[in-house]
């Protein structure tokens, strides 16, 4: 059986996971496009390597931050690591809040062969200017890719160019069926009540500043040139900007805060409309659903 436990940052998704891989000794693979990266921890709430339940995570740590990582990679290196964990496993626990990562994981979904196209032009104009024009290529695509996700906004942009069909197209003509047909497979979405989950993102946010999410930036700007996908996680360019004296450390915590909470707000939409999910908004009521063996 496969377990899938979704939710917004901040829902609990993490201790839920580790419940269940200690009740089914599972291995727990994770579906967050953050914490794939090195040294990305305190910003990504990434459980950590003291801990004894990290050997049994996969998909941790996987990628520097320096490069650049898709959902095409993310497809490629999940199936070939739950291919090998079946193998000794009859129970596989998925957890994270990358919808999109797992519906490419876990759905037929295909991609286009890449094409090289010059976007040079794009470099130069502002993340307002991009969403604009991506919004005359491809309307659609600005409903799920916020205007600051500058790599997404200007991949959109690149396929829009050089396909046929824009990106939104391409997905909308994918019938997406299970790509796992001999597998069982459950789709548990946390969602709490939003007072309470907006509440636990704001004490999130000053936790990871007092664990030294500044000191963690830092150090990673010193030892790597960042890529535009480690650039674009929430907490660490808000702290970048800070570093560059762009705001106040509290104009920064709280920035931090809000877009954690509009991007808590855009998974519960993904989570509601883009996979067949069972939907929860207590620990409890999912944890005896999650623990039924059928």
Do not use: W
Not at 231 to 256: P, Q, R
Not at 271 to 284: A, G, R, T, V
């Amino acid at each position: 059986m496969l377990i899938v436990i979704v939710g917004p940052t901040g829902s609990g998704k993490t201790s839920l996971a580790i419940q269940l891989a200690d009740f089914y000794h599972a291995p727990i693979i994770n579906a967050d496009a953050f914490q794939i990266y090195q040294d990305m921890n305190v910003g990504t709430a990434k459980i950590a390597k003291s801990d004894k339940h990290y050997q049994s995570h996969y998909l941790l740590d996987i990628v520097k931050p320096n490069q650049t990582y898709s959902v095409k990679q993310y497809q490629e290196d999940f199936r070939k690591t739950y291919e090998e964990l079946r193998k000794q496993y009859q129970n596989i626990i998925v957890c994270g809040g990358t919808g999109l990562y797992i519906k490419a994981a876990l759905f037929d979904y295909a991609f286009e062969d890449e094409e090289e196209a010059d976007i040079s032009d794009l470099e130069s104009m502002s993340n307002e200017e991009l969403y604009e024009l991506l919004k005359t290529l491809d309307s659609k695509a600005t409903e799920t890719i916020h205007m600051n996700n500058r790599k997404r906004v200007m991949r959109a942009i690149q396929i829009a160019r050089t396909h046929d069909l824009n990106k939104s197209d391409s997905i909308d003509k994918q019938e997406h069926s299970l790509f796992y047909k001999d597998e069982t497979i459950k789709f548990l979405f946390l969602n709490p009540n939003r007072d309470e989950l907006y509440a636990n993102i704001n004490a999130r946010v000053d936790q990871m500043m007092d664990n030294g999410l500044v000191d963690e930036v830092k150090e990673l700007l010193n030892k790597y040139e960042l890529s535009l996908t480690a650039k674009a996680a929430i907490g660490y360019k808000e702290v970048i900007d800070y570093l560059d004296d762009k705001y106040s450390l509290e104009e920064c915590v709280e920035l931090i805060k809000k877009r954690t909470r509009n991007y808590a707000k855009r998974q519960v939409t993904f989570f509601k409309h883009q996979l067949p999910c069972l939907e929860f908004d207590n620990k409890e009521a999912l944890l005896q659903e999650a623990m039924k063996n059928e």
